[in-house]
Nanobody, 126 residues
Framework: QVQLVESGGGSVQAGGSLSLSCTASGSTFSSYIAGWFRQAPRGKEREFVAAVTRSGIATYYADSVKGRFTISRDNAKNTVYLQMNSLKPEDTAVYYC??????????????????WGQGTQVTVSS
């Protein structure tokens, strides 16, 4: 069992930056693949943002955030990060971290993840 707690959300103007953190407890964090997802308002589906392998060496991004967002992890601190730069109004969403304990297959698919945080709101104004 893993408990995930996100922090760092907030409001920012377009072009600004925010940094999200997700700290895990209850199990060996380094044994999990970690990802960030987001869900925009008005009934939109939860979508993949970024993922990182157990070692942190390999990272993967949605096309919509590539070049602007950076995912990283610190296994000694049981934490995964999402640095978000050049934010746009369309980045407004609740951001969730999640972990999965099998392979990188389906890393973009929300239902492939085993544990989720409670989410943190990110609002970008124009």
């Amino acid at each position: 069992q893993v408990q995930l707690v996100e922090s760092g959300g907030g409001s920012v103007q377009a072009g600004g930056s925010l940094s999200l953190s997700c700290t895990a407890s209850g199990s060996t964090f380094s044994s999990y693949i970690a990802g960030w997802f987001r869900q925009a308002p008005r009934g939109k589906e939860r979508e993949f943002v970024a993922a990182v392998t157990r070692s942190g060496i390999a990272t993967y991004y949605a096309d919509s955030v590539k070049g602007r967002f950076t995912i990283s992890r610190d296994n000694a601190k049981n934490t995964v990060y999402l640095q978000m730069n050049s934010l746009k109004p369309e980045d407004t969403a609740v951001y969730y971290c999640a972990v999965k304990d099998d392979s990188m297959v389906y890393y973009k698919v929300p239902r492939a993840y085993d544990y989720w945080g409670q989410g943190t709101q990110v609002t970008v104004s124009s």
